[in-house]
């Protein structure tokens, strides 16, 4: 009941509050989805009880759920979580045999956010233009090393 409060109040815009019957089915179903999620997550015996963790568990002391701040969802099924870690060894594999400077202009835009002021500064473009024509160039290549290894996904 505790993990069924806690996703309750990560979304409090999806209960219509018309009556408190209404509350108690919203938080009935959550737990009936958890229940179910809990089922399959157990009987997939594919898991190491060494590595569980429970939703509601605190990293640093911090509010934060483990594995949050990584960007892991903890709500997310085991199978989703597999997909995601395949998918990131695939792009780290990709990003790893790209060339420094299409790999930097990516890591400096798209995972660090940084201006395209500041990638110009950084990569000594000559331009903004410069720096994003680059930054296409090197997605180009990214997507064609990564799509054959994706198994056609397109």
Known sequence: MQDVNLIAARKPDSFEARSPSSILNG???IALNQIRSQNDYFSA???DKELEVPLSAK???SDSNVGAECGIDPTARPDEHAASA???DVLDGCM????????DVILWRDYCGMSWQ???RESGHPSVGAA???HRRA???LRRCVRPRLGGFE
């Open 45 to 47: 015996d594919k898991r």
């Open 27 to 29: 938080l009935a179903q």
């Open 139 to 141: 997605w180009i290549r």
């Open 59 to 61: 990293h640093d002391g």
């Open 86 to 88: 395949e998918l990131r």
């Open 132 to 134: 994003q024509q680059q």
């Open 118 to 120: 500041e990638i110009v």
């Open 96 to 103: 790893a045999e790209l060339p420094e400077s299409y790999r």
